[in-house]
C-alpha cells in the first residue's frame, strides 16, 4: 500500500509507446511523463496503460531484487540460496532457511510488485469504462486483460501473505484510511470473479498474432482460472477445476513440445507448449542507472549462472540457486535430469572453471541458464537477459488436470493425462494406480517436470506436506507458509492490519 500511497498523491504515471519488434509486444520504452488527470484521452493512451500494468509482472529489482522464479526456488527444496556468501542477498537466504521476520525477507519488494500490479490494472479498467470515444471491442479486450492481470497479481499476494486488503479500484487518499485485510475466501472470489469476467469476454481472442505475442489469449485465462480454484483445495470443487483444464487440454492449441530440451530456448518463446509467458527484453539496453525496473530483461538469468565461469556454452553468473542435490539425486535416472541441472564438475573435466559460491553443490539450473551466444551486445548484459519465463505450460496444465481428476476419484482420466507427461520423454507409463498412491505419483511427476519452474514451494504448502520436505530449512507449519507482512505495512496502518502468525 505505501507505493499506492505514493502512485495515489502524485498521481504519476510514465508514459511508454509499442515497440515494432514482433517477438516482444510488451517491450516498453521511456518516453515521458505526464499527469493522469490529462492522461487516457484515446484508446492509444488506455493501450499504454495496458502495457504498463503488464511490464509490472517483468519486474525483478522491487525494494532489491526480488525475482519471484529465483525466491520461490531458494524457498523449496528444488535448490539454495546461493550468492557469494550468506551476506550477499540476506533476504533471500532468510527464506531459504526461514529465518523471516517483519523486516528480513523479499516480503516488502513481493508487496509493492503485488501492488502496483493491481494499481494499474485497476487504472486501466476505470478509464477504459469511463471513456467515452472508445469502440466497445476494445474497450472490452482491454477490461478483460487487465482482469486477468489484476487476478494474477492478487493470486500471487494472497499465496505469498494469506491475509492482504482487496482493493477492487483506484482510491482516494481518504479511502486508504478504511482499507483492511479481508478474509481469504472473500480474496478468492474476487479473484474467480475477474478471471471469469475475462474468459466470458469473446473479444478476448483464443490466439494472438505474431505482433502481439505476450497478450493474454482466453487459454491463458482458463488456465489460471482452474489453477486458482485447485490451490484452494476444496474437493468439492475438483470437478470445475478439472473442467476448465480440459477446456485447454481439447482446445487444439497447445500441445507439448516433441523434445523436452526445446521448451526453454529463446528460439522457442511462445512455442506450442507455452500457454503464459512473461515476457522479457534486452531491448531496453538497460545499465545500472537504470537498475530496480528499468530493465526489460531477466535478472533470474544472471542470478543462475556461474560465478566468474570461463568455459564453453555459458557465460558467468552469480551462482544463486545451486541446485540441491537432494532434486539432483531424484532425477538421477529420470531423462529430464540434462536439460534440468547443469554439471559443474563434469565442465570442469572439460577445463571449464568457476567460483565456488555460498551453499555450492557444484549444481546448476539450466532451463535458465544464460548462453554465451545470448550476451547482450548493448547496456549491462547483467540485465539485459532476453528469456522469457514459461509461467504456465502445457504440460502444467495436463499435471493440474490429472491431480483434480484423482482428488475427484476419476483415476483412469488422471493416469491418462499423467502418462502424456511422461510418454513424451520416454517413461513408461503409471498403471493401475488409484486414491493416495495416484496422487503421489502425480506430485513426484510435478516435481520432476517442473522442476527449477518456482512451482515446488506452492505446490509443497497447497498440499500439506511441506512441513516434511523443508524440514531441514527450518519450516515450521503454521507459520512459514507465508511471508510475514511488511512491517512499514503494519506501522502505516496503525493498527489496521494484523501481522500474520509467528511473525
Known amino acids: 500500500m505505501k507505493i499506492l500511497h505514493t502512485t495515489t498523491y502524485f498521481a504519476v504515471i510514465a508514459l511508454f509507446f509499442l515497440s515494432a519488434c514482433t517477438a516482444d509486444w510488451l517491450e516498453l520504452k521511456p518516453q515521458g511523463q505526464k499527469l493522469e488527470v490529462n492522461f487516457y484521452t484515446s484508446e492509444e493512451e488506455i493501450l499504454e496503460g495496458l502495457v504498463a500494468a503488464y511490464d509490472v509482472l517483468a519486474w525483478g529489482g522491487t525494494n532489491g531484487w526480488t525475482m519471484k522464479l529465483g525466491l520461490l526456488n531458494a524457498a523449496s527444496d528444488d535448490t539454495f540460496a546461493g550468492g557469494s556468501d550468506a551476506s550477499d542477498q540476506p533476504s533471500w537466504v532468510a527464506w531459504d532457511e526461514f529465518n523471516l521476520d517483519p523486516f528480513l525477507g523479499p516480503q516488502l519488494g513481493f508487496w509493492n510488485k503485488g501492488y502496483t500490479g493491481v494499481y494499474r490494472a485497476s487504472l486501466v479498467i476505470d478509464k477504459a469504462n469511463e471513456l467515452e470515444d472508445i469502440t466497445p471491442e476494445f474497450q472490452a479486450r482491454v ?270 482420466e488422471a493416469r491418462t493425462h499423467l502418462n502424456r507427461v511422461r510418454q513424451r520423454v520416454s517413461l513408461q507409463p503409471v498403471q493401475g494406480a488409484s486414491g493416495d498412491a495416484l496422487l503421489n505419483f502425480i506430485y513426484n511427476e510435478r516435481q520432476l517436470e517442473l522442476a527449477t519452474e518456482g512451482h515446488r514451494f506452492f505446490d509443497l504448502v497447497r498440499t500439506g506436506r511441506a512441513a516434511v520436505e523443508l524440514a531441514d530449512q527450518g519450516f515450521i507449519e503454521g507459520i512459514h507458509e507465508v511471508l510475514p507482512i511488511p512491517q512499514s505495512e503494519i506501522d502505516i496502518t496503525v493498527g489496521r492490519f494484523e501481522q500474520n502468525n509467528g511473525y
Open 143 to 412: 477490461i478483460a486483460e487487465a482482469k486477468f492481470l489484476r487476478a494474477y497479481f492478487y493470486f500471487d499476494l494472497i499465496r505469498l501473505f494469506g491475509n492482504i486488503p482487496k482493493i477492487d479500484k483506484v482510491l482516494s487518499a481518504d479511502e486508504f484510511d478504511q482499507v483492511v485485510q479481508a478474509p481469504a475466501s472473500e480474496i478468492y472470489a474476487f479473484i474467480e470473479q475477474d478471471l471469469r469476467d475475462a474468459k466470458n469476454t469473446f473479444e478476448l481472442p483464443i490466439t494472438v498474432s505474431s505482433d502481439e505475442l505476450g497478450r493474454i489469449t482466453q487459454g491463458a485465462v482458463t488456465a489460471l482460472l482452474g489453477k486458482v480454484i485447485l490451490y484452494q483445495n476444496e474437493a468439492s470443487r475438483m470437478q470445475e477445476a478439472a473442467d476448465l483444464f480440459e477446456e485447454v487440454i481439447n482446445s487444439g492449441n497447445y500441445d507439448l513440445e516433441v523434445n523436452f530440451g526445446d521448451i526453454f530456448s529463446n528460439s522457442n518463446e511462445y512455442g506450442i507448449e507455452s500457454v503464459f509467458e512473461i515476457s522479457h527484453s534486452g531491448a531496453a539496453r538497460a545499465g545500472w542507472d537504470r537498475f530496480s525496473n528499468g530493465s526489460e530483461g531477466n535478472y533470474n538469468v544472471q542470478f543462475f549462472g556461474m560465478r566468474d565461469f570461463v568455459g564453453p556454452d555459458y557465460a558467468a553468473g552469480w551462482s544463486f540457486c545451486p541446485v540441491t542435490q537432494k532434486l539432483a539425486d531424484k532425477m538421477a535416472n529420470d531423462p529430464r535430469l540434462e536439460h534440468t541441472i547443469i554439471n559443474g564438475e563434469h565442465l570442469k573435466l572439460l577445463g571449464a572453471s568457476y567460483t565456488e559460491g555460498y551453499q555450492n553443490t557444484n549444481l546448476f539450473i539450466k532451463k535458465y541458464a544464460g548462453l554465451a551466444d545470448e550476451v547482450a551486445s548493448d547496456g549491462e548484459p547483467a540485465l539485459n537477459w532476453s528469456k522469457n519465463i514459461r509461467d504456465i505450460r502445457f504440460a502444467d496444465v495436463l499435471l493440474m488436470a490429472a491431480e483434480a481428476r484423482a482428488r475427484n476419484g476419476q483415476d483412469a
